[in-house]
């Protein structure tokens, strides 16, 4: 039988990320280093590490303030990251070497073949299945070699950069070392300026006194002010009293007035009912009078054509008077230049009838 051999699950080497390595898609070759997300690859894992570095260089202005404690920061960061990885090289080495050691057995391959040949001869009905398992499983082997052989590597690599962090380590020790004598200067300096904030405090103590002696009479000025408030409170409760009990009777008036809309609400209805007959009533006249009218339109059309022929007659007839007048004042003259003739004819008549007397009447 194939015995199965049991590696311990890979993380992603991408810095930071807590997510298993891929798994290999056809079991041979070498495996995954990085997880299954596509920006976790070898050249995004170098620029993070190194991202990492220069941030780890970098002092920001608190360390500077504080070196000791940045420094004893970082080497308990480096000593707890090389101790994680001595344990993880420790933990697999043997696990590796014992793996390898399986694969180099060849008596182990030897009983094995054994194995195989005696059950194909047993089931020479299942020999065909069986060959293609044992194809299988001889894949598997060679990829879990090809596996051990990768982790032994990594292992190698882990032991590099262990040798690495215990560099750092070494510089991290020697620059809190000067940070130490950097940090016993800071503090005879701190001691200096706690001495100068004493005398401040000592200075502010009493002018805080001070404040809180005018913040006594104040309290008693409020005491004062509280006691005339309580008078204005009663008296406001007073007035409140007075307010409500108008509120009340605004209220029995507002429900007067209630009753007052509802019964104008129904006379309203009752006048709007009317005034609709009413209106009914009205839209009948005003169709009436509208036939009156366009009767009477007509009639006036009938009376404007009369006027036209009145006028036209009117005119005739004034042509005719004038005619007339002019004939008659005419005639008139005529008959009064023959009468004019005639009396002057009767005067001459009368002037030869009547003789002429030379002798006076009373001369005789």
Known sequence: MTETIVVDEKLCR?????????ASENGSGRPPEYCDDP????????????RLQRLAEERSPEEAARPVQAA???????????????????DQLPKALEELRTLGDLTAAEAQIATVQSEAQEQIAAASARAVRAEQAQRTAEAERDEADAAAAEA??????SADILRQA????SAAEESRHAAQVALERAESEAATAAETAATTIAALEKQLAEATSARAALADDLDKLRGEHASAVQRRRSETARADH???AMARLQEQLIAEKKASEKAA???EATTTALRTQRDAAREQIEALRDQVADLRGSEAAAKADRDATRAELERERAHASERLEDLRAA????????????ERRTPSSDVPEGGA
């Open 273 to 275: 009912a009317s005034a």
């Open 250 to 252: 605004a209220e029995k």
């Open 39 to 50: 920006t976790h690859n070898r050249a995004a894992a170098w620029r993070e590490r190194k």
């Open 156 to 161: 190698l690599e882990e032991s590099e950069r």
């Open 170 to 173: 070494l510089a991290a020790t």
């Open 14 to 22: 991408f810095p930071g990320c807590p997510l298993p390595a891929a």
């Open 72 to 90: 004893q920061q970082r080497a308990a960061e480096i000593t707890t990251q090389l101790t994680q990885l001595a344990d993880r090289f420790l």
């Open 339 to 350: 009468h004019q003739a005639q009396v002057a004819q009767l005067v001459e008549q009368i």
